[in-house]
């Protein structure tokens, strides 16, 4: 099973940028859509944004579109998320998780097997 490594949170002022990390161990990353996911406290998780394991194809919720970018270096088996113009509604532990298709991480919420990255918007 591939082993997921969030990092780069923190906590930041409305309009403020982050820039998340996620690094997979495994074999297959670089083989595999990714995608990020978040739940607040007290809230369902729901999906962010996800990205073709070449990069070629990315796909946002509304929530976040135009604010955020996706993005991967599979030399580094990474994958980002530029989080840009952050708002108190997008505070919550952010994790990422893999699958061979870009459409089942846009359709279904993987659960969080790893740690997460805890974002914090201040108003």
């Known amino acids: 099973q591939e082993q997921l490594v969030e990092s780069g949170g923190g906590l930041v002022q409305t309009g403020g940028s982050l820039r998340l990390s996620c690094v997979g161990s495994g074999r297959t990353f670089k083989n595999y859509a990714t995608g990020w996911f978040r739940q607040a406290p007290e809230k369902d998780s729901e999906f962010v944004a996800a990205i073709t394991w070449g990069g070629g194809t990315t796909y946002y919720s509304d929530a976040v579109k135009g604010r955020f970018t996706i993005s991967r270096d599979n030399a580094k088996n990474t994958v980002f998320l530029q989080m840009n113009s952050l708002k108190p509604e997008d505070t919550a532990l952010y994790y990422c998780?893999?699958?061979?298709?870009?459409?089942?991480?846009?359709?279904?919420?993987?659960?969080?097997w790893g740690q997460g990255t805890q974002v914090t918007v201040s108003s």
């Open positions: 998780a893999t699958d061979p298709q870009l459409k089942v991480l846009v359709t279904t919420l993987p659960p969080n």
